[in-house]
């Protein structure tokens, strides 16, 4: 009886372990929908595409970043926003990730922020040859029919200074404003009274979980609670996405990849 007990638990965890060397493949596209008054007319149905921590390695090839852009694009984005954690520390990767992310295509532009394992200076220039906008504590409008929303980012919380004040820039309590940060534990620390919506992720979900219900490791100090979905708190809504690649071993155990497809409704 022992020993048929152990050989049903060997086979379990045997198929735990080929599922966790499969679910890094399995994209799951996440919809979230941001209803708010302050959203411009103009900006109603704008569909935001959130990507972060594709971490660009030999588990996470150029061709994968290609595949994942191919994805992207046929989803018709009117915007794509990107979290940072581009590769995991080897500049080698920097070029070859942003050769394909330079051919996302977006008629209101692509962004993005820094993570804690980007190679500062190489990335931001990478990032800028690819045609992709730097937000890192840094902030612009973002206009359509002469109405605009504001959108801005943050340094890294650990890497860098981060600082919102350009990403609020002029904008009043009238304005929509949207802020990135690469880490959910900004979120805190966001002006509520300003920023309407926060993009994150760097948490990859947990990567490795109990079955979706608690993660053992959570890269966030907050614990379990900015480990993934949407939090609000006051009248900002923070969005904290799974992320696309990996990071120590090319595993996840329900914390399925994410492509985050974000949708501001005008009420």
Not at 217 to 239: A, L
Request: hydrophobic residues 40%; proline residues 5%; aromatic residues 8%.
């Amino acid at each position: 009886m022992l020993k048929k007990i152990v050989l049903i638990l060997v086979a379990l965890m045997a198929v735990a372990v080929a599922y966790s060397l499969i679910e890094p493949y399995m994209v799951e596209t996440k919809e979230v929908v941001i209803q708010s008054d302050q959203i411009p007319e103009e900006f109603n149905g704008t569909k935001i595409i959130f990507l972060t921590d594709i971490h660009c390695s030999s588990f996470f090839s150029e061709a994968r970043v290609e595949g994942l852009v191919n994805q992207v694009n046929a989803l018709n984005p009117d915007m794509v926003v990107l979290g940072g954690d581009y590769v995991t520390g080897d500049t080698n990767y920097i070029e070859p990730c942003f050769l394909q992310l330079s051919k996302l295509k977006a008629p209101l532009g692509v962004y993005g922020v820094l993570g804690n394992n980007d190679p500062k200076n190489a990335t931001i220039t990478a990032m800028e040859n690819a045609g992709i906008t730097y937000i890192g504590n840094r902030g612009l409008w973002i206009e359509k029919n002469g109405q605009r929303i504001r959108l801005g980012g943050v340094g890294d919380l650990d890497t860098d200074v981060p600082y919102q004040g350009p990403t609020i820039g002029a904008a009043d309590a009238d304005d929509f404003v949207i802020l990135v940060s690469h880490k959910p534990d900004y979120f805190p620390l966001a002006n509520k009274n300003l920023v309407d919506l926060m993009l994150a992720g760097h948490t990859h979900g947990g990567q490795i979980t109990f079955f979706g219900l608690w993660a053992p490791v959570t890269g966030s100090k907050y614990g379990q609670e900015y480990v993934t979905g949407v939090k609000k708190s006051g009248n900002s809504t923070m969005i904290v996405s799974n992320g696309i690649g990996t990071i120590i071993v090319p595993m996840r155990f329900f914390a399925r990849p994410q492509i985050v497809v974000v949708e501001l409704e005008r009420i």
